[in-house]
């Protein structure tokens, strides 16, 4: 069969992929009318972590909507690149139409067991708003003991050099973690970080109103005994022994709540830290606003994070721009659809100053809104200066309340400002896209996929699955170079079964959720 003929039938395949997803949205999005959540309880639900009572049918909805959009995203992602791609060495329509009958039968099966539901949205408002605020009360609770003389604490070193700010922020969440977990409140020490005085409470309320100090005499080393008044968490984020509340995990007694809720719990459940953590104080609320007004920076707006520069050393590669406008462009062309759109907006934060000229002049229909004090203060003689930490810090911010995020996951700053994404909307899980890996945390365990369809490598960068078998999807950051997403519908894991690592269709697996269970907390409902 001539390579023409080839193309023009599997971009009719193409065609009708197109046209059934989008059939698929239209009624996974506008079907309406039968079945509304209805609630256990009239208590406070700031101190309960008891739900509304969700049906069944609503549940499979919210269930089959997630897992459809992902398998859209996955299947187009496959198809446009092997597309691109094909020619009349490597065309095998035979093996890709097996991959299309697949993802036909997986969308046609969470189509049968669709049922139509009203309220959608206004449960998930509420709930999310409910389960945060029960999640905010607790650790404000925690932070504030009666107390703090006799209180347990965890002390949290922040001063670790050769940290970016990212890294750094990251490292006060896995502090967080290890303070809910133990129950004990977190006393953080950032005075004169990165020059600047105060620390991060130069920008940021502090984490306590009435409990910042320890007795440095009465400071165990990690994990201390359970009557350790003071125990000194690591200085990296990898402690050993390493309890099982540690990413990537969610609390047992939210898990039901906040699976029902959220397209991607774990990246909600650290939001809530960086929610707490990062609370504005008035000076820094003042100078994000006084900069949004300077910039034009107002929905709807995609934010673009390009980071180049020393990450290109080890943990990322070059990517040119159109990777990062292609999902900027599909974002745009959606909405376009939807609402008129009077200005295509772009949020841009980068270390490269040169990507400003290159994205007006490639891409000029876009008002780019950006900060050239930021872009400035990222060169390697301006990190270490005060300053430095409070453009981040805005870009962050900024990055994170866009109406869609792009940017590289292997970046801390990305993950920390899609993470901060899951704070501000109900579920903003398909928010975000991402140019090299998926979202993860560093260090993390217990990143694994089940295989749904068994899978023949078709290339010596594939590895072989069979039904069941399970995917540890974890990696170093440092490897992240050699075998990156090349947007093609793959992703990159270790078959535990074989212990092969390698490529997989992404679409032929499902995510597992790890559940930790951590003590209760009756006694902060107080």
């Not at 309320?205 to 005499?217: A, I, M, Q």
């Not at 203060?377 to 005060?386: E, H, P």
Request: glycine share 4%.
């Amino acid at each position: 069969m001539a390579v023409n003929t080839k193309k023009r039938l599997l971009s009719l395949a193409v065609v009708l992929v197109v046209l059934y997803c989008a059939a698929v949205h239209l009624a996974l999005n506008t079907s309406v009318c039968k079945f509304l959540p209805q609630h256990k309880s009239t208590g406070d639900k700031t101190k309960s972590a008891d739900s509304a009572v969700i049906p069944l049918p609503l549940l499979e909805a919210l269930q089959v909507h997630r897992q459809v959009r992902r398998d859209v995203r996955y299947t187009w992602q496959f198809l446009r690149y092997r597309l691109k791609n094909l020619n009349s060495s490597n065309a095998n329509v035979s093996a890709l139409l097996e991959d299309l009958e697949h993802y036909f039968r997986v969308t046609s099966h969470d189509l049968a067991h669709f049922t139509d539901v009203d309220g959608f949205q206004e449960w998930q408002r509420k709930e999310a708003a409910d389960l945060s605020a029960l999640v905010q009360h607790r650790l404000h609770v925690l932070q504030n003991p009666r107390d703090c003389a006799t209180a347990k604490k965890i002390y949290c070193d922040f001063s670790a050099h050769g940290r970016g700010i990212g890294s750094q922020l990251h490292h006060l969440s896995y502090c967080f973690l290890a303070s809910y977990g133990t129950q004990r409140t977190l006393i953080l020490n950032t005075e004169n970080y990165n020059g600047n005085p105060r620390g991060l409470e130069t920008f940021f309320l502090p984490l306590s109103d009435t409990c910042t100090t320890f007795n440095k005499s009465q400071m165990v080393s990690w994990p201390g005994k359970n009557d350790s008044l003071v125990v000194a968490f690591p200085g990296w984020d990898n402690p050993n022994p390493r309890p099982g509340y540690l990413p990537k995990s969610i609390p047992k007694d939210i898990s039901e709540r906040l699976m029902r809720l959220h397209g991607d719990p774990f990246a909600w459940w650290m939001g809530q830290f960086f929610k707490y953590a990062m609370r504005m104080n008035k000076d820094f609320q003042k100078y994000t606003d006084d900069l949004a007004r300077e910039m034009g920076y107002e929905s709807p707006i995609v934010g673009v994070q390009i980071r180049r520069s020393d990450k290109l050393l080890k943990e990322a590669i070059y990517l040119d721009l159109s990777k990062y406008m292609e999902a900027v462009e599909d974002f745009y062309a959606e909405l376009e659809m939807r609402q008129p759109v009077a200005q295509r907006r772009i949020f841009l934060a980068t270390d490269d100053p040169n990507t400003i000229p290159e994205l007006k002049r490639r891409y000029p229909k876009y008002h780019v809104a950006y900060s050239q004090s930021s872009i400035d203060s990222t060169r390697m003689s301006q990190r270490t200066k005060g300053s430095s930490v409070r453009y981040l810090l805005a870009d962050v911010y900024f990055l994170s309340r866009s109406d869609f995020l792009v940017c590289g996951m292997t970046s801390n700053i990305c993950r920390l400002a899609y993470e901060l994404m899951q704070a501000a909307h109900p579920d903003a899980s398909t928010r975000a896209s991402s140019v090299d890996q998926e979202y993860f945390m560093h260090y993390g365990v217990g990143d694994v996929v089940k295989a749904r369809f068994p899978h023949e490598p078709r290339s010596t960068k594939e590895m072989e699955m069979q039904k069941g078998d399970l995917v540890d999807r974890y990696d170093r950051p440092i490897n992240f170079a050699q075998h990156p997403i090349k947007k093609d519908g793959f992703q990159w894991g270790t078959n535990t079964r074989t212990k092969k690592r390698g490529y997989y269709p992404a679409y032929k697996a499902l995510e597992i959720l790890n559940v930790s269970d951590v003590q209760t907390f009756e006694h902060m409902k107080e």
